[in-house]
T-cell receptor
Framework: KAGVTQTPRYLIKTRGQQVTLSCSPI?????VSWYQQTPGQGLQFLFE???????NKGNFPGRFSGRQFSNSRSEMNVSTLELGDSALYLC???????????FGPGTRLTVL | AQTVTQSQPEMSVQEAETVTLSCTYD???????LFWYKQPPSRQMILVIR??????QNATENRFSVNFQKAAKSFSLKISDSQLGDAAMYFC??????????FGAGTRLTVKP
């Protein structure tokens, strides 16, 4: 069974631009969560989607948004990029909540 | 709000020895889940072990076991017979039924041959 895939793996943007990251969960998994990982802040929860509905959201500004499609694939969007948005963005999928989360390899976003 | 604290930024262990990584958490909820995740240098995060708060028995997965002290809100990970492949960042995580997941800052484990 294929694992969680994230595209692109690396991305370089400049301040003020916007970016869209994509995540394809493991087949059959309906829950997709997004995290931001930085050396200073560690792993922080962004949001979780289940059956196209955002069920929970972390403490991030409205510039961070996401959505989930009917095939459970998910995208997250960051608008008006800031230098502090440079991070590794991880996506994780699970069959049920509080079950094991399977992580993707992440997308490394660099904002110049 | 739930918080997860890992007080050991770095730990090292000799190959074949045992090491314990500490984790404490703060919550007012009675129903929750605790996890230890491993993130090797390749960056793919994988689940090491999982504990449901309602279970009194400590979870065990081969060389990995936890010491879950619910009253003390402590959830330590013991790695026995450490191997070179155990070298990684280890994250303690808390999850609840509101679909929220909180991670500790991580402990970098070095295994010395």
């Amino acid at each position: 069974k294929a694992g969680v895939t994230q595209t692109p793996r690396y991305l370089i943007k400049t301040r003020g631009q916007q970016v869209t990251l994509s995540c394809s969960p493991i087949s059959g998994h309906r829950s997709v969560s997004w995290y931001q990982q930085t050396p200073g802040q560690g792993l922080q929860f962004l949001f979780e989607y289940f059956s196209e509905t955002q069920r929970n959201k972390g403490n991030f500004p409205g510039r961070f948004s996401g959505r989930q499609f009917s095939n459970s694939r998910s995208e997250m969007n960051v608008s008006t990029l800031e230098l502090g948005d440079s991070a590794l963005y991880l996506c994780a999928s699970s069959l049920v909540w509080a079950g094991e989360q399977f992580f993707g390899p992440g997308t490394r976003l660099t904002v110049l | 709000a739930q918080t997860v604290t890992q007080s050991q930024p770095e730990m090292s262990v000799q190959e074949a020895e045992t090491v314990t990584l500490s984790c404490t958490y703060d919550t007012s909820e009675s129903d929750y889940y605790l996890f230890w995740y491993k993130q090797p240098p390749s960056r793919q995060m994988i689940l090491v072990i999982r504990q449901e708060a309602y279970k009194q028995q400590n979870a065990t997965e081969n060389r990995f076991s936890v010491n879950f002290q619910k009253a003390a809100k402590s959830f330590s990970l013991k790695i026995s017979d450490s191997q070179l492949g155990d070298a990684a960042m280890y994250f303690c995580a808390y999850g609840n039924n509101n679909n929220d997941m909180r991670f500790g800052a991580g402990t970098r484990l070095t295994v010395k041959p």
